[in-house]
């Protein structure tokens, strides 16, 4: 007697019309107002967005600022060298 393998894949799972991860893939696409993440989920993914937008936003300020665009004495176009 052997057991049955554990698996982490929804495939198996999916008892939806015929049970075919196919089928669940169209009957989802189909019904978008039924298919709803959970609460926990996306407060979760909030709690990580906002993280992150602090931690760049740290990054951003502790770094040196670059003069890419160095600004022109009193001209605003700028300077053409025709050789």
Do not use: C, Y
Not at 64 to 82: F, L, M, V, W, Y
Request: zero cysteines; glycine letters at 4%; proline letters at 5%.
């Amino acid at each position: 007697m052997t057991r049955q393998k554990k698996t982490r894949s929804l495939a198996d799972k999916v008892q939806i019309r015929t049970g075919k991860r196919k089928d669940f893939k169209k009957w989802r696409h189909e019904n978008p107002d039924q298919v709803t993440s959970t609460t926990r989920f996306t407060q979760k993914k909030r709690q990580q967005r906002k993280l992150q937008a602090a931690r760049k936003m740290a990054r951003q300020e502790s770094g040196q600022p670059i003069a890419i665009h160095p600004e022109t004495s009193g001209n605003d176009t700028p300077e053409r060298k025709d050789d």
